[in-house]
């Protein structure tokens, strides 16, 4: 069973979006990898956990390589909105960065199915495909990167190295995914505050 986070990706059909077949493909394709590893999964389990027949899948979706791009590319840019509109919530950046690494957080908490394949499948990405992932990827760690750099110019953080500082923050918020469970003691928004905290500790956070 997917994660509501995971789901919610991918809404139900309206006009514009996804049709609602490719949504259950993308799902059923979350859950598969999730549970065989992406090269253990075939097609055919993908197309039989949405209640489809493989032939019905190729007409969505030419391949498990374009299923697994499309749910990397969808988790990363969902990951990059919410980092942005963090950065653009206050003109502290100590403000700024609390919800960045809240939001950060939570969302991995939440979405710690998807979270799990976007971040350990990358290498299987097909290269054209893995090249949009990680400037994704570069613009999240820029944009955590610049938030630093406006503390640490204002006083507001104390840092021997802004990048490592940033990969460091990033890379805690990621790590979620790997460990977090529905049955963690903690809910996401509970474990994005107590976060928040300790990043905040670690860059020398003065206000």
Known sequence: MTDQATADLWPGERTGERPEAARRLLLAAVDSFARRGYHATTTRDIATAAGMSPAALYIHYPSKAALLSEISRTGHQATLNLVEHAARSDSDPVAQMRLL??????????????????????????????????????????????????????????????????????????????????RSSETPEELGRRYGILVLRMLGATG
Do not use: C, M, Q
């Not at 979270?115 to 350990?120: K, P, S, T």
């Not at 054209?128 to 994704?136: G, Q, R, S, T, Y």
């Open 101 to 182: 690494v809240e939001d950060f957080t939570a969302w991995h908490a939440r979405g710690h199915t998807v979270g799990r394949i976007v971040n350990h499948e990358l290498h299987a990405l097909p290269d054209e495909d893995f090249e949009v992932v990680a400037e994704l990827r570069r613009r999240i760690e820029e944009t955590v990167k610049a938030v630093i750099d406006t503390g640490v110019a204002s006083g507001a953080f104390d840092v021997p190295d802004v990048r490592t500082a940033a990969r460091a923050v990033t890379s805690l918020g990621i790590d979620v995914s790997r460990w977090y469970t529905d």
